[in-house]
């Protein structure tokens, strides 16, 4: 979303042309403000912007009285017809879209802190490894600081969740877990974690300073690679020692693997340095304007701490198929996900994605999502301000952490090289536009039997499968292929 914020339309309304104004407002999803000649604006979103229009400015309801005069009934539903002057409104696809642009609306009306307050948005948790300490250590903490981005992991469904995965990774290292600033002294009395080896024990100067901060470093790889250093290097030991046939040093490696993975897991895959926190949201797009009659899906991109998009992301050529897991690995059981797409169109056509101003050409599914990301990258703001960064990881946490089924929309996040999975993204947006693949009609066994069969890829293991053989569709004679008199 812009920094400057505009809505799409903007009606003036009295009410002798309530009716003329409400009709070609949107029946459905979006966000909209009332304005009056002076005062605060009524800002909200509704799942259909006419029908609560209506509600708002629909002229009173009346009675009449015993000597016929008619009388306006009392209600406490809010009226507001007689103060608007103004109506503004954006339709929107999903939930996530009217969230979004209600805060950013909300934030260009009222204010950052005006924001916040309307839309009840608390910073995420987050873990901080304090590497410019002396003595460094491991706290939770919902402020951000510019300086700290790179050492600071999360955001944390919960405050609760981020300290027991904190517990349970200190538990593999022996960072120290005192609040206090340490005055070294080898008569300093220590603490219940020094007693039970589970702390180097800096205050005593039981170790040098580098064996604390290679102990810290380490704590930070771990929750920088959510545990894969680690847990790689225990693998090779592992695997060493078991060529060495020392069974018992491998079993103990084992275990040791088995506990350093059961606090890994502990945290979402999301968790991860802030700064290097990039996300891709698909939703549904909304139905409103010249796209309307094109299947396509709303994307969002969250990096350097801001939401920026939608962008629409054409299905045109992609099928919903099912995800590898659910159908197996076989290429048999998956359907074509691509279908032909010629380069070039013939006649006036939508133009490419981010190409505005250039030849009308159609894309292929990939150079689609590739142009639509390298445009959604550019309009990410590297410059955000730390609260309004808080706000935006709030929003999302408050998406994200919501159970699956709750959850509309689909999210991806970059592979392990920086770049994005261009093709499970096409994917996730035909599942979003399309739905979900229908399950395959049921076999008729007993009519199948009776088919005849052949038999595909003769001789090779594993792939060899005898097929039903449909029968041939008889040809019908057209009317223009009738003998002649």
């Not at 590497?131 to 790179?150: D, G, M, Q």
């Not at 010249?290 to 299947?295: G, P, T």
């Amino acid at each position: 979303m812009a920094a400057e914020f505009h809505f799409e339309h903007r009606v003036e309304f009295t009410p002798e042309t309530a009716i003329e104004v409400l009709r070609p407002i949107v029946a459905g999803p979006g966000v909209f403000a009332l304005r009056g000649e002076s005062g605060e604006p009524y800002l909200t979103r509704a799942a259909d912007v006419r029908r609560r229009l209506k509600r708002l400015l629909a002229p009173p309801e009346t009675t009449f009285a015993a000597d016929g005069s008619e009388q306006v009934v009392a209600s406490k539903r809010l009226n507001l017809r007689n103060r608007v002057r103004f109506i503004e409104w954006t339709a929107t696809g999903s939930e996530f879209e009217s969230t979004l642009l209600l805060y950013c609306a909300t934030r260009a009306t009222f204010g950052e802190e005006q924001a916040r307050k309307r839309l009840r948005l608390y910073a995420p948790a987050f873990l901080r490894v304090t590497l410019a300490h002396e003595h460094p250590r491991v706290y939770v903490t919902n402020k951000l600081s510019a300086k700290a981005l790179a050492t600071t992991f999360g955001p944390f469904p919960s405050r609760a969740a981020a300290e027991r995965y904190c517990d349970g990774v200190l538990d593999l290292f022996k960072l120290r877990r005192c609040h206090e600033d340490l005055q070294v002294h080898p008569d300093h009395p220590g603490c219940a974690y020094g007693e039970m080896k589970k702390c180097m024990e800096p205050c005593k100067a039981a170790c040098t300073a580098d064996e604390y901060a290679a102990e810290a470093e380490a704590v930070r790889a771990f929750f920088a690679t959510r545990g894969e250093s680690m847990l790689a290097e225990i693998a090779k030991e592992r695997d060493a020692a078991s060529e060495d046939m020392d069974f018992e040093r491998a079993a103990e490696l084992h275990a040791k693997y088995e506990r350093v993975k059961a606090a890994a897991i502990q945290a979402d895959e999301l968790v991860r340095p802030v700064n290097m926190l990039r996300v891709l949201v698909l939703q549904q797009a909304a139905s409103e304007g010249a796209d309307a009659s094109h299947e396509q899906a709303a994307v969002f991109l969250l990096e350097h701490g801001e939401i920026v998009g939608p962008q629409r992301l054409s299905t045109l050529g992609v099928r919903a198929v099912r995800e590898q897991t659910a159908v197996g690995s076989s290429l048999f059981a998956q359907p074509l996900m691509l279908a032909a797409v010629p380069l070039v169109e013939e006649g006036p056509g939508p133009k490419a994605q981010g190409l505005e101003g250039e030849a009308v050409v159609s894309l292929s599914p990939e150079e689609r999502v590739r142009a639509l990301l390298a445009k959604l990258e550019g309009e990410a703001n590297a410059e955000v301000s730390i609260a309004v960064m808080c706000d935006f990881l709030a929003l999302f946490r408050r998406w994200y952490y919501r159970p699956e089924k709750q959850r509309a929309g689909e999210v991806f996040l970059p592979n392990a090289d920086g770049s994005w999975p261009v093709r499970r993204i096409l994917n996730g947006a035909a599942r979003v536009v399309l739905g979900p693949p229908k399950e395959a009609a049921p076999v008729d066994r007993e009519a199948a039997a009776a088919m005849k069969t052949k038999v595909l890829h003769e001789g090779r293991e594993d792939v060899e499968r005898v097929v039903p053989v449909l029968p041939k569709r008889k040809r019908t004679r057209k009317a223009t292929d009738a003998p002649q008199p």
